[in-house]
């Protein structure tokens, strides 16, 4: 089956870190482009990240500089670590599947992780 | 940026049609896609490539792209399509995904 499962969520003082994980199975995290978007309670969707599979990386504006996306390929696994977090970063954070085949689009989700950034 | 602009709620009756409009500048030139979200669920493709669906997503839902506007239309809407409705995009000049602000819709 086809899945991708997130962990590593949790509440966090401001101006820490925390790492999340995308765990795929069915698939192959290197061979897809693999991308992490958020929600944060109440709001909408926020694409967060991308990275290629030949391992380019992009990022929104409100996360350069103090967000990483990673990947290992032998756990065949996603990473997003979060530096200097603020309270404004306190979401739903899923990571997604891009597929070329379909334009695109991200067709694969996680069941998502929740972050908690307060004091 | 490229910004995608939805309308924040529709609502329709049960076995009308609801269209969902999704605009940006020349969005007619770009691929756009279309995710499903239920509360406390993950996002869910129901429509890709401007009008194609993924297996397993009914014919009920479409889609159509021109100009500056693009539309998910949903016939013979029944009371399980209540949910809120994102529009996406690449926009190829930053490698960035663009969301729409998500349209909710209520099924009276």
């Known amino acids: 089956e086809v899945q991708l499962v997130e962990t590593g969520g949790g509440l966090i003082q401001p101006g820490g870190s925390l790492r999340l994980s995308c765990a795929a199975s069915g698939f192959t995290v290197s061979s897809n482009y693999m991308s992490w978007v958020r929600q944060a309670p109440g709001k909408g969707l926020e694409w967060v990240s991308v990275?290629?599979?030949?391992?380019?990386?992009y990022y929104a504006d409100s996360v350069k500089g103090r967000f990483t996306i990673s990947r290992d390929n032998s756990k065949n696994t996603l990473y997003l670590q979060m530096n200097s977090l603020r309270a404004e970063d306190t979401a739903v954070y899923y990571c997604?599947?891009?597929?070329?085949?379909?334009?695109?689009?991200?067709?694969?989700w996680g069941q998502g992780t929740m972050v908690t950034v307060s004091s | 940026s490229y910004v995608l602009t939805q309308p924040p709620s529709v609502s329709v009756a049960p076995g009308k049609t609801a269209r969902i409009t999704c605009g940006g500048n020349?969005?007619?030139?770009?691929?756009v896609h279309w995710y499903q979200q239920k509360p406390g669920q993950a996002p869910v493709l129901v429509i890709y490539y401007d009008s194609d669906r993924p297996s397993g997503i009914p014919e009920r839902f479409s889609g159509s792209n021109s100009g500056n506007t693009a539309t998910l239309t949903i016939s013979r809407v029944e009371a399980g399509d209540e949910a809120d409705y994102y529009c996406?995009?690449?926009?190829?000049?930053?490698?960035?995904?663009?969301f729409g602000g998500g349209t909710q819709l209520t099924v009276l």
């Open positions: 997604a599947r891009g597929e070329r085949g379909l334009s695109d689009a991200f067709d694969i």
């Open positions: 990275i290629y599979s030949g391992g380019s990386t």
């Open positions: 996406q995009v690449w926009d190829s000049s930053s490698d960035h995904a663009v």
């Open positions: 020349n969005i007619g030139s770009k691929s």
